[in-house]
T-cell receptor, first 113, second 112 residues
Framework: GENVEQHPSTLSVQEGDSAVIKCTYSDSASNYFPWYKQELGKRPQLIIDIRSNVGEKKDQRIAVTLNKTAKHFSLHITETQPEDSAVYFCAASIAGGGNKLTFGTGTQLKVEL | NAGVTQTPKFRILKIGQSMTLQCTQDMNHNYMYWYRQDPGMGLKLIYYSVGAGITDKGEVPNGYNVSRSTTEDFPLRLELAAPSQTSVYFC???????????FGPGTRLTVT
């Protein structure tokens, strides 16, 4: 089955700096890669996703890049703000095959003032 | 729309007891999922359903059962609860197998 590894497990940045979280996946058939943000005690919420037919996607301060050959994808957050502090999860799945998400173990992002 | 709702929010079970976690969505989504999240970990898929009457196992199905008699509801049954089932359980739904999954607020379960 699919295996997703995520690094780092914790990340501390100064407000205004950029943050990068990296994930690798094992199943070359995976074609859908969402990123979820989870605040303490809350449900995961989708912040951005990418499909295997594109290499990069942006949404304001958030971007995701995908390298299918190397089987890794990354989340980039620019101009970080205190409200970006949360746990971020990457995931991978085969869209159209039940879309069963396999999650990484999460990155605790702390944005310091 | 209420989206995905789950009940109860919290529950404490004794070892060997049984219970059903309820999940309902009002978005007419075909796909529904149950995940568990252990402390400090990512979510793991327990069971999923691609439509009423159709269910299949995920990564960690042992100790659980599901049914899908309607599009809206996808209950998760725990039989003979064990301490290893202490976790937060999230239900999710999506319109198709290629869309965003929307998560419910979760049920925090403790088995002692």
């Amino acid at each position: 089955g699919e295996n997703v590894e995520q690094h780092p497990s914790t990340l501390s940045v100064q407000e205004g700096d950029s943050a990068v979280i990296k994930c690798t996946y094992s199943d070359s058939a995976s074609n859908y890669f969402p990123w979820y943000k989870q605040e303490l005690g809350k449900r995961p919420q989708l912040i951005i996703d990418i499909r295997s037919n594109v290499g990069e996607k942006k949404d304001q301060r958030i971007a995701v890049t995908l390298n299918k050959t190397a089987k890794h994808f990354s989340l980039h957050i620019t101009e970080t703000q205190p409200e970006d502090s949360a746990v971020y999860f990457c995931a991978a799945s085969i869209a159209g095959g039940g879309n069963k998400l396999t999650f990484g173990t999460g990155t605790q992002l702390k944005v310091e003032l | 729309n209420a989206g995905v709702t789950q009940t109860p929010k919290f529950r404490i079970l004794k070892i060997g007891q049984s219970m059903t976690l309820q999940c309902t969505q009002d978005m007419n989504h075909n796909y529904m999922y149950w995940y568990r999240q252990d402390p400090g970990m990512g979510l793991k898929l327990i069971y999923y359903s691609v439509g009423a009457g159709i269910t299949d196992k995920g990564e960690v199905p042992n100790g659980y059962n599901v049914s899908r008699s309607t599009t809206e509801d996808f209950p998760l049954r725990l039989e003979l609860a064990a301490p290893s089932q202490t976790s937060v359980y999230f239900c999710a739904s999506s319109q198709t197998g290629e869309n965003e999954q929307y998560f419910g607020p979760g049920t925090r379960l403790t088995v002692t």
